[in-house]
């Protein structure tokens, strides 16, 4: 008989790669706020009501890719990433039997780290931000959750995720290129770890199968500067120039000058450039161990990709 799943968060952008893969092996209901969904729910208001048992449920739907500025914009995080993760599992628990197991689409924002090298998943959960602090409740809430419900749980740490049209900082990146501003700050040397959207999608059922909290990267740690003359030449634009590290220290000098002058942050600092320079990796040999992970990298990727799916409006 065919399995069937709930995913939450079907309609973004790495739900929208979960949907693709998993509904090739299983039956799929999808949860989230617009029309497009089987089940239409706000989770940071109320939990769904949910008409069938399933064998697994996949909670991906959060809040992310922004910085808030107000107190309104930061309780949102925790609306959206705790409260409604707690939504959900109570109206779980309202069936007549529970999933076999539940995984958890959760961040390395978790850790609360700017730059650290090879970080497993026994570093401290020290977020200091919304959301590495709503998505550190989040996996508390499923673990404890799991533990009294005897529900098999998964949760997947994930850096920057990759594919078509990606979001956030990578979608900062490629828009700058494409505006003629973004520049290397020194040799552009510093990486990041980072992992495409359709290997995720691909562990998905190993990890149901074994549960256990997991980092997940591509093994290659990309470099700013591979990124971006990558995405230079699939672009058909010129490679990005160098700053000088010492000119970039100047100005983020005074950028500090700037803040303190005019007491608000400054769009370039020494905090930023301390940030832009430090490599923030994390090693995924447990899942690479346990569920035999053996991902693409990144760089191949994003080669094979055409070249519409790179272009912003």
Known sequence: MKPYYLLTGATGFLGKELNKTLSQQAGIDTLGRSADNDIVCDLSLEGP?????????????????????????????????YHGTLNLLKSIEQLPSQPKALI????????????????????????????????????????????????????????????????????RMIKAQQAGYYFHIGKGD????????????????????????????????PSFAELADLFSKRLGLKAPYHMPLWFARMLAKAGDFYALLLKREAPF??????????SLTFSDEKAKRLLNWQPQRVLHFFEQLPKEDFVYD
């Open 190 to 221: 510093t990486r990041r770890s980072m992992v495409s959207a359709s290997d995720v999608a691909r562990i998905i059922p190993r990890l149901a199968e074994v549960g256990g909290v997991y980092n997940l990267t591509d093994q290659y740690h």
């Open 49 to 81: 009501h949910l008409n069938r048992t399933y064998d697994l449920v996949i909670h991906n739907a959060g809040k992310a890719h922004t910085v808030p500025k107000t107190s309104a914009e930061a309780e949102a995080f925790f609306k959206v990433n």
């Open 104 to 171: 958890l689409i959760s961040s390395v924002a978790v850790y609360g780290l700017d730059k650290g090298n090879m970080l497993d998943e026994t570093c401290q959960l020290n977020a200091s931000d919304p959301y590495g602090q709503s998505k550190s409740m989040a996996e508390e809430a499923v673990l404890k959750w799991g533990k009294q419900k005897g529900v098999s749980i998964g949760i997947l740490r994930l850096p920057l995720v990759a594919g078509p049209l990606p979001p956030g900082n990578l979608n």
């Open 269 to 278: 600092s020494s905090r930023s450039l301390d940030k832009m320079t430090s």
